[in-house]
Structure formats: structure tokens, C-alpha cells
Nanobody, 126 residues
Framework: QVQVVESGGGLVQPGGSLRLSCAAS????????IGWFRQAPGKEREGVSY????????YYTDSVKGRFTISRDNAKNTVYLQMNSLKPEDTAVYYC???????????????????WGQGTQVTVSS
């Protein structure tokens, strides 16, 4: 059974940092991409960042460029999202999503992902 588990969320002051982790297990393939999404109260889920299966391609939404960094450790089946210079508007539930099918679909399309985690809360507040 596939499991996708996020961790690392919490409460942090503006300007602070957090590192989220996403661990995937039970997959039939070792080649999969990861997308990070977030959803704030009353807002739609939005894409935050993406990393390809080999880690050579990464993407970020404009609002986090220069502040967030995505990386992966394939030996540990874990993807990280390092979040620096956090702002109150980064407050949301952050979700990790696994993509095993590749058809050229834009990484922001949520239906292109096969498995989702339960989410981890990130709150940026003083």
C-alpha cells in the first residue's frame, strides 16, 4: 500500500525557516516526481514547488522563488522543502503529491498526481 507522509510543519515567526519532508513508500516504481502544494483557509490549493524523478528539474511558484528550495534524497525516498524567510501569507496546510505518470502535463495540475499525503500545517505568525 502506498503511503505518503509529510512532516516538519509547525509555528514559526515571520522571517524564520522550516524544512518539510515528504516520505513515500510502497510505490512500484523508484522513479517518481514530487509536487508540493498548499491550501490556506478559504483558498484553492496551489502549487508551490516540483522536483523531477531524477532531481534535475525543479520548479517554483513565483511567490516562493528565492526563498524555498526543493531537493530529494532518493536513497531515503524523501523529498525536502526548505522554506526560508517565511511570511504570514505562507501560512497553509502543505501537501506532498507523488506523480508516477508522465505525459507532459504541467506540474501545477493536481489531477496529474497519483498519491497525496494528509498534509502538514505551517503557521507563520508573531
Amino acid at each position: 500500500q502506498v503511503q505518503v507522509v509529510e512532516s516538519g510543519g509547525g509555528l514559526v515567526q515571520p522571517g524564520g525557516s522550516l524544512r518539510l519532508s515528504c516520505a513515500a513508500s510502497g510505490l512500484r516504481t523508484t522513479y517518481y516526481a514530487i509536487g508540493w502544494f498548499r491550501q490556506a483557509p478559504g483558498k484553492e490549493r496551489e502549487g508551490v514547488s516540483y522536483i523531477s524523478g531524477g532531481g534535475s528539474a525543479t520548479y517554483y511558484t513565483d511567490s516562493v522563488k528565492g526563498r524555498f528550495t526543493i531537493s530529494r534524497d532518493n536513497a531515503k525516498n524523501t523529498v525536502y522543502l526548505q522554506m526560508n524567510s517565511l511570511k504570514p501569507e505562507d501560512t497553509a496546510v502543505y501537501y506532498c503529491a507523488v506523480r508516477t505518470r508522465f505525459s507532459g502535463t504541467n506540474w501545477l495540475v493536481t489531477r496529474s498526481y497519483d498519491y497525496w499525503g494528509q498534509g502538514t500545517q505551517v503557521t507563520v505568525s508573531s
